[in-house]
């Protein structure tokens, strides 16, 4: 079993920055994908990013592209999401997850995080 503890979320200012980290605790494996999606007020969960497990592919969806980047460092079996030019829009909660597919925007991910939220004020 593999637990992702997710933190780094809170309060900013549109224009802002904030780093999220996902920690992967547990029966852990670098082969994993792993990725974070957000699911804002009344709207379904949605994909944001993932990384391969070897960290060399990543992938993102269009609204966040040049905004955000994804990365890992597998010593720390820990994953990030770098966030800047936050905008009101991104404002949600955001999850960590983990998988065997390298394809997390098609295929639903082995693990959840509990999620950490994001707000992004005017």
């Known amino acids: 079993q593999v637990q992702l503890v997710e933190s780094g979320g809170g309060l900013v200012q549109a224009g802002g920055s904030l780093r999220l980290s996902c920690a992967a605790v547990g029966r852990t494996r670098s082969t994993y994908a792993m990725g974070w999606f957000r699911q804002a007020p009344g709207k379904e969960r949605e994909f944001v990013a993932a990384i391969s497990g070897g960290g060399g592919s990543t992938h993102y969806t269009d609204s966040v592209k040049g905004r955000f980047t994804v990365s890992r460092v597998n010593a720390k079996n820990t994953v990030y999401l770098q966030m800047n030019s936050l905008k009101p829009e991104d404002t949600a909660i955001y999850y960590c997850?983990?998988?065997?597919?390298?394809?997390?925007?098609?295929?639903?991910?082995?693990?959840w995080g509990q999620g950490t939220q994001v707000t992004v004020s005017e």
């Open positions: 997850a983990a998988g065997f597919s390298p394809s997390m925007w098609k295929d639903e991910p082995d693990y």
